[in-house]
């Protein structure tokens, strides 16, 4: 049974900082290309990292880059460091695990920016 577990949201005060874990079990994720994503309430999700597989290529959209780094931390551990949060950063975040017809969903972890 493959499942990936997101945790690390909460509460956080504009300008702070969360760290997202994302652990996977059945699985290495070694060979996925990892993303986060995000979706805040009434809207869609959206892409907000992205780790390629097996380079390691990051990439972000211009709502996060140089705020948001994804990393691996080894074979079943993707984490998503958030710095300088902003309102709009708010929603649930899923970390999500896909190639070649393989496509896996966490159950994602809420974060919450606000004064």
């Known amino acids: 049974q493959v499942q990936l577990v997101e945790s690390g949201g909460g509460l956080v005060q504009p300008g702070g900082s969360l760290l997202l874990s994302c652990v996977a079990t059945?699985?290495?994720?070694?060979?996925?290309?990892m993303r986060w994503y995000r979706q805040a309430p009434g809207k869609e999700r959206e892409y907000v990292a992205i780790?390629?597989?097996?380079?390691?290529?990051t990439n972000y959209p211009d709502s996060v880059r140089g705020r948001f780094t994804i990393a691996r931390v080894n074979e079943t551990m993707v984490t998503l460091q958030m710095n300088d949060l902003k309102p709009e950063d708010t929603g649930v975040y899923f970390c999500?695990?896909?190639?070649?017809?393989?496509?896996?969903w966490g159950q994602g972890t809420q974060v919450t920016v606000s004064s």
């Open positions: 059945g699985v290495s994720l070694s060979s996925f290309p």
């Open positions: 999500n695990a896909r190639k070649r017809g393989f496509e896996y």
């Open positions: 780790s390629s597989a097996p380079s390691g290529v």
